[in-house]
């Protein structure tokens, strides 16, 4: 949600911060600026929509200089225009910002400047705030440093802000609250930045800034400073990225080519962890919690979107295989209803990025009331995994397409890991059935590649339902959350409004929307549910729906029903979801490719959300 790209050092600063801004720009892309310093004077170079679009309009103009700042921006305050784009800049013309959140009280701030005479020409909460940095600076004739302390002491809401000052022209001053930010610490330069992505060909040296740290850089310095001007030392880590993660590597879209690694990145979540062969399991970011989760009270997991439906999916799993209660909350409703919440309470906490607001703040209410913070991550040393008390990483890699997929299945995967861990301690799982599942989970990311095989397939039902109008998409079991998933994807990439329910549900309603135009997605793969969902199929037929049916090799009567089937390869109920989402990923994706619509960078969307 917004991107922010920095530079300052013996480069060209305008080439890094344009290339970091195409990375970055899955993070939002309503509009996009640069801002820098040539001749000694700042210049700013901002557009509306996406990033080549400003790249146009700087074309030709005098972008020499070796310090910059850049953005792209979700839109929060204030609509898509030029005049919104950031950077913004003080009253005086001086200072240049850019930022990624929210300022929530910048009304009461704005309405303190107004009085003081300022006058705004966006709408924008990040210029109050630039202008309020400013006139702290003027009225306690302090550095721009010190006017950044001051001001953020007073700002309540969450930030990323990166700020370039005319009058001293070696330094970029930067501070975080609630939103990322990586700095590249390179030879005689250091790079700033929302995510890795725009730094990692250039080092693999990275300092993650905290909440309430102010970095101070110069081109052959670093420093961090807590709020309380206290010196702190950067820790210095290495990027475990390589480059080829981040671009799309011959395939059309990054969607595509996420949706065809998984093969490989569930095998990388299970690697050094599962081991079939021996019969073994090892979760190391468990190790210490594994007697907690075994007698727990209660689970609850939090998580938004896509990572909702994974843990939707691992309330089936964990209830079968532990016995132990699972709740699975919308991290947004979570905090704000005051649930309840205490000891004997484990919370898991599943997010791709790592840094969604809404999952970050229902996991800090629920810290301030004694439960236990378990984190499923994909981003390694993002915001959620520093705040969880352990946890597992999925490695799914970079995910750089705005709809969730291979992060999606490798949380599949870990939290049905998580699932057999806690089992196996609390002792509620035979050993027989324990050695079945992780045969299961072994074999999955062979079975994956083969629904891969689909895609041609696929590709041509996609072509004949992609002008309907709605879609509806009925799963009953594991597979319900997985016909949310589908729907979600569909709405996502191609904008067709698409409704998931429970198949057993839709006669309590949705069937009144059944005709000869309504497509009707059924996930219906082998299961203890069978029998029910071809109730369910029949239901649909009988009133002229037309059918599209994922099943299993094998099943000879769903493919008498319907209209079009995708056949996937059988699997233990457990394991199936990771293998049925794989058509309803690709099927959105040749839908919303045919109706000619960016499935990389949806409208509205933006991939990491960090605002609540
Ligand atoms: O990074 P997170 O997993 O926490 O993100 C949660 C949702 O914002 C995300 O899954 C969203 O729904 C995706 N666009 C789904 O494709």
């Not at 299961?527 to 009988?542: G, R, T």
């Not at 960016?598 to 990491?608: C, E, H, I």
Request: glycine fraction near 8%; proline fraction near 3%; charged fraction near 25%.
């Amino acid at each position: 949600m917004c991107g922010i790209v920095a530079y300052i050092g013996h480069r060209e600063a305008y080439p890094v911060v344009l290339k970091g801004l195409k990375r970055l720009e899955y993070r939002g892309y309503d509009s996009a600026g640069v801002a820098l310093l040539n001749g000694g004077k700042l210049k700013v170079y901002k557009k509306k929509g996406k990033v080549a679009e400003m790249e146009e309009y700087a074309m030709g103009k005098d972008v020499k200089s070796h310090i910059a700042i850049a953005h792209t921006r979700w839109a929060t305050h204030g609509e898509p225009s030029d005049r919104n784009a950031h950077p913004h800049l003080s009253g005086d013309g001086k200072l240049a910002m850019v930022h990624n959140g929210i300022i929530e009280n910048y009304m009461q701030l704005k309405q303190e400047l107004l009085n003081k005479g300022h006058q705004f020409s966006s709408d924008t909460d990040t210029e109050v705030l630039i202008h309020f940095i400013q006139e702290i600076k003027q009225s306690n004739d302090c550095s721009t440093e010190e006017a950044v302390r001051i001001a953020l002491k007073r700002v309540v809401g969450a930030y990323v802000i990166v700020i370039v000052d005319e009058d001293n022209p070696g330094t970029l001053i930067a501070a975080r609250k609630g939103s990322p930010l990586v700095i590249g610490v390179g030879k005689g330069e250091h790079f700033l930045a929302s995510d890795a992505s725009p730094i990692v060909e250039y080092t693999k040296e990275v300092v993650y800034v905290n909440d309430y740290e102010i970095a101070i850089l110069r081109a052959d310095e670093l420093i961090l400073k807590n709020i309380s001007n206290e010196i702190q030392t950067p820790y210095i880590q290495k990027l475990d990225i390589e480059l080829a993660a981040i671009e799309k590597g011959g395939y059309d879209h990054f969607m595509l080519k996420e949706v065809f690694e998984q093969p490989q990145t569930i095998f990388d979540s299970l690697r050094g962890r599962l081991d079939a062969k021996s019969g073994t399991l090892t979760l190391g970011g468990l190790r210490e919690h594994l007697d907690t989760l075994a007698a727990a009270r209660r689970i609850i997991i939090v998580a938004c979107g896509t990572s909702w439906h994974a843990g939707l999916v691992a309330e089936y799993i964990i209830e079968e295989l532990c016995r132990i209660p699972v709740e699975v909350e919308y991290a947004s409703e979570f905090r704000y209803r005051n649930p309840v919440v205490g000891k004997g309470d484990v919370i898991i906490a599943v997010s791709q990025s790592g840094e969604t607001a809404d999952t970050l703040v229902a996991m800090e209410s629920a810290k301030e009331k004694g439960a236990i913070i378990l984190g499923v991550c994909n981003v390694v040393g993002s915001s959620i995994a520093r705040l969880s008390n352990g946890g597992v990483y999925t490695h799914a890699g970079p995910e750089i397409g705005v709809a969730s997929t291979k992060a999606f299945t490798a949380q599949l995967a870990v939290l049905a890991m998580i699932a057999l861990k806690i089992a196996q301690a609390k002792g509620s799982i035979t050993e027989q059935r324990f050695q079945h599942l992780l045969d299961e989970l072994h074999d999955v990311s062979e079975k994956v590649a083969t629904a891969l095989l689909l895609n041609d397939q696929v590709k041509v039902i996609a072509e004949k339902y992609k002008d309907a109008r709605d879609f509806l998409y009925l799963g009953r079991g594991y597979n319900f959350p997985i016909a949310l998933e589908g729907a979600l994807k569909l709405k996502e990439i191609s904008y067709i409004h698409a409704e998931g329910y429970p198949a057993a549900e839709m006669k309590h309603g949705p069937i009144a929307l059944v005709d000869e135009n309504l497509p009707v997605v059924f996930v219906a793969t082998k299961d203890s549910y069978y029998e029910k969902i071809v109730s369910n199929i029949q239901e649909i037929k009988a009133r002229k729906g037309k059918v599209i049916a994922i099943t299993t090799e094998g099943d000879a009567m769903i493919p008498s029903m319907a209209d079009d089937v995708i056949v996937v390869p059988e699997a233990d109920e457990l394991v199936a979801p990771i293998i049925s989402v794989i058509p309803l990923q690709l099927l959105a994706y040749h839908i919303g490719v045919s109706k000619g619509f960016d499935v990389d960078k949806p409208r509205n969307l933006a991939k990491s959300v960090t605002v609540e």
